[in-house]
């Protein structure tokens, strides 16, 4: 089944469908969403995309994130995803959103407008192993440290983002 995003100007306003796969090759702008979960101590749930993903599998990125389809607020579908992908829902809240065009690899460019969600979850998880191959918790000191050193090991767009969230969080 083909998946398709919702195409958007600067504004956010809805300009058309496009297959996801076709969007990422044509760096078309569209619709997403990120979310980043931590538990009450403050550390920060990552996850490494599954083996089978068809680009940057086996890297380290946010807790989810994924593209709204026709129809579906950036809310529905972030808790929608948060269950398909981790096997839970908890509350979320919108941080920030922001414009950002980065290359992934194999001739493919993610070009979104992202929303940015944040909750609080310390309960269990029922990973899905055709999305996620591995979560773990981090604090952020630690995880700024990897991304120093390790930078090859995480999603394009998760430096990007993370680098927005943390201006977010000290302003």
């Known amino acids: 089944m083909k998946e398709y995003v919702v195409i958007v100007n600067k504004k956010d306003e809805q300009l ?42 086996l890297k380290w990125t946010n807790t989810c994130c994924s593209h709204p389809r026709d129809g579906e607020t950036y809310l529905e579908a972030a808790h ?3 269950q398909e992908e981790l096997g839970f829902d908890c509350t979320l809240a919108e941080k920030f959103h922001f414009i950002y065009k980065t290359g992934v690899g194999d001739g493919l460019t993610e070009h979104e407008f992202d929303r940015v969600f944040t909750g609080i979850y ?5 990973i899905n192993p055709n ?29 990007i983002i993370f680098e927005k969230y943390h201006e977010s969080i000290i302003q």
Not at 27 to 51: D, T, W, Y
Not at 131 to 159: G, N
Request: glycine share 2%; hydrophobic share 40%; charged share 35%.
């Open 122 to 126: 310390e309960k269990d998880f029922c």
């Open 80 to 82: 929608r995803r948060l």
């Open 16 to 57: 058309g469908l496009m297959e996801k796969q076709e969007a990422h090759i044509k760096a078309v702008l569209h619709r997403a969403f990120s979310i980043f979960i931590f538990n009450r101590k403050g550390e920060f749930l990552l996850q490494r995309r599954a083996k089978v993903k068809y680009h940057s599998p």
């Open 131 to 159: 999305e996620v191959d591995t979560v773990k918790w981090i604090s952020l000191q630690d995880l700024m440290k990897e991304l120093h050193a390790h930078p090859e090991q995480f999603t394009e767009w998760f430096k």
